[in-house]
T-cell receptor, first 115, second 116 residues
Protein backbone atom coordinates (compact mmCIF):
# COMPACT_ATOMS: atom_id res chain seq x y z
CA UNK A 1 0.00 0.00 0.00
CA UNK A 2 0.89 3.66 -0.06
CA UNK A 3 3.36 4.75 2.60
CA UNK A 4 6.04 7.27 3.51
CA UNK A 5 9.32 6.67 5.32
CA UNK A 6 11.22 9.63 6.67
CA UNK A 7 14.42 10.09 8.55
CA UNK A 8 14.16 9.45 12.25
CA UNK A 9 15.02 12.30 14.54
CA UNK A 10 15.73 14.19 16.50
CA UNK A 11 18.00 16.39 14.41
CA UNK A 12 20.03 19.04 16.21
CA UNK A 13 21.89 21.73 14.27
CA UNK A 14 23.64 25.01 14.86
CA UNK A 15 22.25 28.15 13.28
CA UNK A 16 23.29 28.58 9.61
CA UNK A 17 23.98 24.86 9.17
CA UNK A 18 22.72 22.91 6.14
CA UNK A 19 19.65 20.76 6.67
CA UNK A 20 18.56 17.59 4.91
CA UNK A 21 15.64 15.46 6.03
CA UNK A 22 15.26 12.33 3.93
CA UNK A 23 11.87 11.09 2.75
CA UNK A 24 11.08 8.13 0.51
CA UNK A 25 7.70 6.85 -0.54
CA UNK A 26 5.85 3.84 -1.89
CA UNK A 27 2.79 4.48 -4.01
CA UNK A 28 0.81 3.22 -6.95
CA UNK A 29 -0.10 5.73 -9.60
CA UNK A 30 1.06 9.33 -9.49
CA UNK A 31 0.86 10.75 -5.99
CA UNK A 32 1.40 14.32 -4.91
CA UNK A 33 4.07 14.90 -2.25
CA UNK A 34 4.02 17.35 0.65
CA UNK A 35 6.10 18.63 3.52
CA UNK A 36 4.15 19.89 6.51
CA UNK A 37 5.62 21.66 9.54
CA UNK A 38 4.33 21.75 13.09
CA UNK A 39 5.62 24.52 15.35
CA UNK A 40 5.38 24.00 19.12
CA UNK A 41 1.81 24.08 20.38
CA UNK A 42 0.28 24.40 16.92
CA UNK A 43 -1.38 22.28 14.26
CA UNK A 44 0.30 21.33 11.00
CA UNK A 45 0.74 23.79 8.18
CA UNK A 46 1.82 23.21 4.61
CA UNK A 47 5.47 24.04 4.00
CA UNK A 48 5.72 23.03 0.33
CA UNK A 49 4.40 20.53 -2.18
CA UNK A 50 5.10 18.99 -5.59
CA UNK A 51 2.46 17.40 -7.75
CA UNK A 52 4.42 15.66 -10.50
CA UNK A 53 7.83 14.13 -11.14
CA UNK A 54 10.78 16.56 -11.30
CA UNK A 55 8.72 19.36 -9.77
CA UNK A 56 10.49 21.35 -7.09
CA UNK A 57 8.52 22.78 -4.20
CA UNK A 58 9.98 25.71 -2.29
CA UNK A 59 9.01 28.03 0.54
CA UNK A 60 10.81 30.02 3.27
CA UNK A 61 14.20 28.85 1.98
CA UNK A 62 13.20 25.17 2.08
CA UNK A 63 13.24 23.06 -1.08
CA UNK A 64 12.31 19.53 -2.09
CA UNK A 65 12.35 17.84 -5.51
CA UNK A 66 9.94 15.07 -6.51
CA UNK A 67 12.22 12.26 -7.76
CA UNK A 68 10.23 9.43 -9.28
CA UNK A 69 13.30 7.38 -10.18
CA UNK A 70 14.43 7.21 -6.55
CA UNK A 71 10.90 7.61 -5.04
CA UNK A 72 12.21 10.41 -2.87
CA UNK A 73 11.24 13.91 -1.73
CA UNK A 74 14.08 15.07 0.52
CA UNK A 75 13.73 18.38 2.34
CA UNK A 76 16.70 20.78 2.26
CA UNK A 77 17.58 24.21 3.54
CA UNK A 78 20.91 25.89 3.06
CA UNK A 79 21.04 27.85 6.30
CA UNK A 80 18.70 27.04 9.18
CA UNK A 81 17.54 29.52 11.81
CA UNK A 82 16.44 29.06 15.40
CA UNK A 83 12.90 29.81 14.25
CA UNK A 84 12.97 26.68 12.05
CA UNK A 85 12.86 24.49 15.14
CA UNK A 86 9.75 22.36 14.66
CA UNK A 87 8.53 18.90 13.67
CA UNK A 88 8.58 18.20 9.93
CA UNK A 89 6.27 15.67 8.28
CA UNK A 90 6.58 14.21 4.81
CA UNK A 91 3.29 13.08 3.26
CA UNK A 92 1.82 11.76 0.05
CA UNK A 93 -1.65 12.01 -1.38
CA UNK A 94 -3.06 9.28 -3.58
CA UNK A 95 -4.56 9.92 -6.98
CA UNK A 96 -6.94 7.03 -7.28
CA UNK A 97 -9.68 4.93 -5.77
CA UNK A 98 -11.83 5.46 -2.73
CA UNK A 99 -8.93 7.05 -0.85
CA UNK A 100 -8.50 9.88 -3.33
CA UNK A 101 -7.03 12.89 -1.59
CA UNK A 102 -6.22 11.32 1.77
CA UNK A 103 -2.72 11.89 3.11
CA UNK A 104 -0.25 9.27 4.26
CA UNK A 105 2.23 10.73 6.72
CA UNK A 106 5.72 9.83 7.78
CA UNK A 107 6.42 9.68 11.50
CA UNK A 108 7.84 13.18 11.69
CA UNK A 109 11.34 14.53 12.33
CA UNK A 110 11.99 16.85 15.25
CA UNK A 111 14.44 19.62 14.32
CA UNK A 112 16.12 21.74 16.98
CA UNK A 113 18.35 24.64 15.94
CA UNK A 114 20.70 26.17 18.50
CA UNK A 115 21.99 29.76 18.26
CA UNK B 1 -7.27 32.57 4.95
CA UNK B 2 -8.67 29.15 5.62
CA UNK B 3 -9.58 28.67 9.21
CA UNK B 4 -10.11 25.35 10.94
CA UNK B 5 -11.14 25.59 14.56
CA UNK B 6 -11.44 22.89 17.19
CA UNK B 7 -13.72 23.22 20.19
CA UNK B 8 -11.08 22.74 22.88
CA UNK B 9 -7.29 22.96 23.10
CA UNK B 10 -7.13 20.80 26.24
CA UNK B 11 -9.61 18.31 27.60
CA UNK B 12 -9.55 16.01 30.64
CA UNK B 13 -12.07 13.18 30.82
CA UNK B 14 -12.63 10.06 32.89
CA UNK B 15 -12.58 6.49 31.64
CA UNK B 16 -15.99 5.48 30.31
CA UNK B 17 -17.17 9.00 29.55
CA UNK B 18 -18.59 9.88 26.14
CA UNK B 19 -16.42 12.55 24.56
CA UNK B 20 -17.26 14.91 21.70
CA UNK B 21 -14.57 16.74 19.75
CA UNK B 22 -15.87 19.38 17.37
CA UNK B 23 -14.22 20.77 14.27
CA UNK B 24 -15.46 23.66 12.12
CA UNK B 25 -14.01 25.00 8.87
CA UNK B 26 -14.98 28.22 7.17
CA UNK B 27 -13.88 27.64 3.56
CA UNK B 28 -16.68 25.45 2.22
CA UNK B 29 -14.35 22.45 1.92
CA UNK B 30 -15.92 19.13 0.98
CA UNK B 31 -13.30 16.93 2.67
CA UNK B 32 -12.78 16.73 6.40
CA UNK B 33 -10.44 14.47 8.37
CA UNK B 34 -9.72 13.41 11.93
CA UNK B 35 -6.21 12.28 12.93
CA UNK B 36 -4.56 11.37 16.15
CA UNK B 37 -0.93 12.23 16.77
CA UNK B 38 1.27 10.23 19.13
CA UNK B 39 5.03 10.55 19.72
CA UNK B 40 6.98 8.26 17.41
CA UNK B 41 3.89 7.27 15.45
CA UNK B 42 3.22 10.42 13.48
CA UNK B 43 -0.33 11.13 12.36
CA UNK B 44 -2.81 8.32 11.94
CA UNK B 45 -6.11 8.76 10.16
CA UNK B 46 -9.19 7.87 12.21
CA UNK B 47 -12.08 8.85 9.93
CA UNK B 48 -12.70 11.11 6.98
CA UNK B 49 -15.67 12.50 5.13
CA UNK B 50 -16.16 13.67 1.55
CA UNK B 51 -19.64 15.08 2.01
CA UNK B 52 -22.44 15.74 4.45
CA UNK B 53 -23.66 12.55 6.17
CA UNK B 54 -20.89 10.60 4.49
CA UNK B 55 -17.99 8.94 6.34
CA UNK B 56 -15.15 6.57 5.62
CA UNK B 57 -12.99 4.63 8.05
CA UNK B 58 -9.35 5.47 8.20
CA UNK B 59 -6.58 3.33 9.62
CA UNK B 60 -7.60 3.28 13.30
CA UNK B 61 -11.41 3.72 13.60
CA UNK B 62 -11.93 1.34 16.52
CA UNK B 63 -13.40 3.06 19.56
CA UNK B 64 -14.40 6.16 17.57
CA UNK B 65 -17.36 7.35 15.55
CA UNK B 66 -18.00 10.54 13.59
CA UNK B 67 -20.86 12.77 12.57
CA UNK B 68 -21.16 15.21 9.68
CA UNK B 69 -24.59 16.82 9.67
CA UNK B 70 -23.43 20.09 8.12
CA UNK B 71 -20.74 20.72 5.55
CA UNK B 72 -18.66 22.93 7.81
CA UNK B 73 -18.72 20.72 10.91
CA UNK B 74 -17.17 17.32 11.56
CA UNK B 75 -17.44 15.76 15.00
CA UNK B 76 -15.36 12.97 16.48
CA UNK B 77 -17.02 10.89 19.19
CA UNK B 78 -15.34 8.63 21.70
CA UNK B 79 -18.23 6.40 22.76
CA UNK B 80 -16.55 5.25 25.98
CA UNK B 81 -13.22 6.91 26.57
CA UNK B 82 -10.27 4.75 27.55
CA UNK B 83 -6.80 5.65 28.75
CA UNK B 84 -5.24 4.48 25.47
CA UNK B 85 -7.18 7.25 23.72
CA UNK B 86 -5.09 9.87 25.50
CA UNK B 87 -3.58 11.71 22.56
CA UNK B 88 -3.47 14.84 20.44
CA UNK B 89 -6.40 14.99 18.01
CA UNK B 90 -6.08 17.01 14.83
CA UNK B 91 -8.83 17.96 12.42
CA UNK B 92 -8.17 18.95 8.80
CA UNK B 93 -10.13 19.99 5.73
CA UNK B 94 -9.50 20.27 2.00
CA UNK B 95 -11.25 20.93 -1.27
CA UNK B 96 -12.47 17.93 -3.24
CA UNK B 97 -12.24 19.79 -6.52
CA UNK B 98 -10.49 19.03 -9.74
CA UNK B 99 -7.17 19.18 -7.93
CA UNK B 100 -7.84 15.85 -6.28
CA UNK B 101 -4.64 14.66 -4.64
CA UNK B 102 -2.94 18.00 -5.22
CA UNK B 103 -5.18 19.84 -2.79
CA UNK B 104 -3.66 21.07 0.45
CA UNK B 105 -5.09 19.95 3.76
CA UNK B 106 -5.58 22.70 6.34
CA UNK B 107 -5.25 21.76 9.98
CA UNK B 108 -6.78 23.00 13.19
CA UNK B 109 -4.63 23.69 16.28
CA UNK B 110 -5.38 20.32 17.84
CA UNK B 111 -7.08 19.09 21.00
CA UNK B 112 -4.90 17.48 23.61
CA UNK B 113 -7.09 14.89 25.36
CA UNK B 114 -6.17 13.25 28.64
CA UNK B 115 -8.28 10.29 29.77
CA UNK B 116 -7.86 9.42 33.44
Amino acid sequence: GDSVTQMEGPVTLSEEAFLTINCTYTATGYPSLFWYVQYPGEGLQLLLKATKADDKGSNKGFEATYRKETTSFHLEKGSVQVSDSAVYFCALSTDRGSTLGRLYFGRGTQLTVWP
Amino acid sequence: DVKVTQSSRYLVKRTGEKVFLECVQDMDHENMFWYRQDPGLGLRLIYFSYDVKMKEKGDIPEGYSVSREKKERFSLILESASTNQTSMYLCASSLLGAGGPRETQYFGPGTRLLVL
